[in-house]
């Protein structure tokens, strides 16, 4: 396979940034995505250019550390796969295929294709946890939670906290994002006792960190590699205005 | 963990966007009510006249239409300064944009919530201007039997009335006010072509604004879960395209088949 690529070269987070165009030549269908950037840059070490910086990690889709837009899609054309699980041969053969960074405010370009994705952190930070006692392992199986909740509470848990909706998002907001972990949480006991703190605490942190708000487009459901569903996204809803009309 | 203080419905984003839902899902409402007005537009002959000029007087006299169309004039202008407020903030979150944008995931409608309300916004103006205006300030016809008596705003018939300043004279006394002929204003509008054909187009912006914009509320209020989420989505469909449809149908007909309805 042979392929065009455009991707986004930016030296720091103070350059402006570009589009390069590279020819990748020889590329075997059953590569992956990521892995052909690594014959890339191979090359580009052996001829003595920068090689192109990008984030990844486990490469099996469970870390949540890469991410790149592909074609305007980010993690590319492959539903519910991360970018490391994208193979080259949901690519034609000679298409040309622009590769850009996650955009956003909140996620400020290190170089080329990274971002600081640290602003999740931080809201992580401002709620995304349980300070009560909640005891030992055997206090937790203890207590009984119906299994509807259970499987909402994991499903949520799926969030890898990759960063896609926001990428997604027209509006760049993490509501996805942040509605998976206050929904894990909202789904169990050991949650609820600090529920209202959590939402309000992680969504003021959410616009503090310069994200924009929802408009219930769905475009983060739909390119979310976990699947993270909308219907998280009513339940912030729903724990927010709880949080605000009862405290 | 401490509660940050400062932080509600006011100041937050998600706050400014339940007030979107709230007034939205209002002006749905009264959508609904608009709608069952105006096909009294349709019942024929003098009877239908008769009729949907009563429901003038009716919505412009009786207290508690009135108390609800302030809510409604208030409920629009805080639906449009959100929306300005948050198209505002959202594009602030993302300076530099992709080269290649592929939408995928999101509908057209939902994308472009804004230049769609600006439509129906502008929409909204002219037909203020068309019927509102004329009906509370212009030159109105008054409403007269087939006789070619007039009415009062009350239903009375005067046969040997007299007409002055909208007050309708008998004996030297002042009966009140004419009931005003509405209909009469509407039915010279949709015999244009032009006004026709404006009015079913802006229903195309109003219907794609709806279909994305009614289940968009119940999402914002958190009224959406478990089997309730797939209806929704049916029935914000079936409401953005039935809704358009019946008021696009009223001119239609008015223009069209003209002899059937005046």
Not at chain 2, 46 to 54: A, D, E, H, T, V
Not at chain 2, 105 to 127: D, E, K, P, Y
Request: net charge positive; proline share 4%; charged share 20%.
């Amino acid at each position: 396979m042979k392929v065009f690529l455009k991707v986004w070269r930016q030296k720091n987070s103070e350059d402006s940034g570009r589009f390069v165009d590279y020819t990748v030549e020889d590329i075997s269908p059953d590569m992956s995505f990521l892995e052909m950037l690594d014959v890339l840059n191979n090359r580009l070490i052996r001829e003595g250019q920068e090689p192109i910086a990008f984030d990844h990690d486990c490469r099996e889709g469970i870390c949540g550390t890469c991410g790149l837009v592909i074609n305007g899609r980010p993690h590319g054309p492959v539903h519910r796969a991360t970018t490391c699980q994208v193979h080259m041969r949901h690519f034609r053969d000679g298409e040309t295929i622009v590769v850009e960074p996650w955009r956003a405010n909140a996620f400020p370009v290190i170089k080329d294709l990274v971002v600081d994705r640290s602003a999740f952190d931080r809201i992580i930070q401002a709620g995304g946890y349980v300070s009560v006692n909640t005891g030992q392992a055997p206090d937790g199986n203890a207590i009984p939670i119906q299994k509807e909740e259970a499987s909402k509470a994991f499903d949520a848990a799926t969030c890898i906290g990759c960063g896609a909706c926001v990428a997604a998002c027209k509006n760049a907001s993490a509501m996805l994002f942040v509605s998976a972990k206050v929904a894990h949480l909202a789904h169990l006991p050991q949650g609820r006792i600090e529920a209202k703190e959590r939402v309000i605490n992680m969504l003021s942190q959410m616009e503090e960190e310069g994200f924009g708000g929802c408009t219930n487009t769905g475009a983060c459901e739909a390119e979310c590699p976990k699947g993270i569903s909308l219907e998280n996204i009513a339940l912030l809803n729903r724990e927010f205005l709880k949080a605000c009309l009862t405290s | 963990m401490e509660k940050r203080a400062h932080y509600g419905l006011i100041r937050s984003l998600v706050g400014k966007k339940i007030f979107m839902a709230l007034t939205g899902l209002f002006l749905c409402l009264f959508l609904v009510a608009h709608l069952s007005g105006n096909l009294q537009l349709l019942i024929p002959g003098y009877k239908g006249r008769l009729q949907f000029n009563n429901y003038a007087v009716f919505m412009t006299t009786f207290p508690l239409v009135k108390m609800v169309s302030y809510v409604l004039y208030v409920s629009i202008v805080i639906h449009v300064l959100d929306a300005l407020v948050l198209t505002w903030r959202n594009r602030k979150a993302r300076k530099v944009d992709y080269a290649v944008k592929s939408g995928y995931g999101s509908s057209l409608a939902s994308r472009n919530m804004g230049v769609l309300g600006t439509l129906i916004l502008v929409f909204l103006v002219v037909h203020l201007a068309n019927f509102w205006y004329v009906y509370k300030f212009g030159q109105t016809p008054y409403m007269t039997t087939p006789e070619g008596h007039y009415i009062t705003a009350k239903g009375e018939v005067l046969p040997d009335a007299e007409l002055r300043d909208g007050h309708l004279f008998a004996g030297g006394l002042d009966k009140g006010p004419a009931m005003k002929d509405l209909y009469e204003v509407v039915r010279q509008a949709f015999s244009e072509f032009w006004i026709v054909a404006l009015y079913v187009l802006s229903m195309v912006p109003l219907g794609f604004h709806l279909v994305h914009g009614f289940q968009s509320g119940f999402q914002t209020l958190g009224l959406r879960s478990g089997r309730w989420a797939g209806l929704l989505q049916k029935t914000s469909l079936a409401f953005g395209i039935i809704i358009p449809a019946l008021f696009a149908v009223i001119p239609l007909l008015l223009f069209f088949l003209p002899e059937k309805f005046n």
